[in-house]
């Protein structure tokens, strides 16, 4: 992502169940998959509508759809 507005296409999954060591919800999250070609890294803004997120941490990469924990910014 760049440091000015860039549209790209995300999906936003909002209440997702993290999984701790102890197999029980640890924490509860938002999440944006995004297309690897963006180069997402922590700390980059995403805004939806009027919802504003920072990337706080990747979740998962699979493929060339990597997943990213969101924190309100």
């Known amino acids: 992502m760049s440091s000015h507005p860039v549209p790209v ?3 936003i999954s909002r ?11 640890d924490r509860v999250v938002t ?6 070609e963006c180069a997402p890294r ?4 995403l ?3 009027a919802d504003v997120w ?3 941490a990747p979740l ?4 060339d759809v990597p997943e990213w924990v969101l924190l309100p910014a």
């Open 9 to 11: 296409p995300a999906v």
């Open 47 to 49: 805004t939806v509508g």
């Open 15 to 25: 209440n997702v169940e993290l999984i701790g060591e102890d197999g029980l919800v």
């Open 60 to 63: 998962r990469s699979d493929a």
């Open 31 to 36: 999440t944006a998959t995004l297309p690897e």
């Open 54 to 56: 920072t990337l706080d």
């Open 42 to 45: 922590a700390g980059d803004s």
